[in-house]
């Protein structure tokens, strides 16, 4: 087991441990009695898995990427992106009734979905799938996790509409990377 898979195996357990603290924590804000030590987890474990992804990738770097580690660290990412993304567009997490807009969680997992979906396109039709990342889908990671982070620092009195249609933005950018990208390995030799 490699450094960088033992930090992306913490991230990954980490994600249940934001999830419950996230839902406790506005459980107790429905409640009318907000315990702002659950939000103090909740935030703690998210930015760990979060900032978890930079070094990871550092001791990828530096020691050798492995396989499980190449399949593991998108996977940490994405759950981690999509288990924030859907727990605090349900979960208030302000007296405000800040969650994140639910148009957004459609458009971040059907630009998921569409990737997973053209690179499954291109295997069926026998062409050899190159995965091939671009800084605008680290970029758009980036503010997509910063848009959590917004709505769970409760950034007063800037609403999460502010964060989130920027991250809107970036995620239309990286779609439309990828969506280039098939276009281009599925075009004959």
């Known amino acids: 087991m ?28 429905k409640a009318g009695e907000p315990q702002e030590m659950l939000r103090w987890f909740s935030l703690s474990a998210f930015i ?7 070094l990871d990738g550092y001791l990828a770097r ?26 605090l567009s349900q979960v208030s997490w302000s007296t405000h009734g800040w ?3 639910g148009w957004y969680v459609v458009m971040v997992v059907a630009r998921d979905v569409s990737i997973a979906t053209g690179c499954v396109f291109i295997l069926l039709t026998g062409k050899k799938l190159q ?18 982070g ?3 620092l409760k950034v007063v009195p800037f609403s999460p509409l502010i964060p989130t249609v920027v991250a809107a933005v970036f995620t239309l950018w990286s779609s439309w990377f ?7 390995q599925l075009q004959p030799e």
Do not use: H
């Open 2 to 29: 490699t450094p960088a898979n033992i930090v992306t195996i913490i991230r990954i357990l980490l994600i249940p441990v934001f999830a419950v603290f996230a839902v406790r924590y506005g459980a107790s804000i």
């Open 48 to 54: 760990i898995a979060a900032a978890g992804d930079g």
């Open 62 to 87: 530096k020691f050798g990427k492995t396989k499980l580690g190449s399949f593991l660290d998108p996977l940490c990412d994405k759950v981690l992106m999509l288990v924030g993304l859907i727990v």
């Open 99 to 101: 969650v994140i807009p």
């Open 131 to 148: 995965v091939n990342t671009n800084w605008s889908g680290k970029a758009t990671t980036v503010v997509q996790l910063f848009t959590l």
């Open 150 to 152: 917004w709505v769970m």
């Open 178 to 184: 990828y969506v280039r990208e098939a276009l281009r």
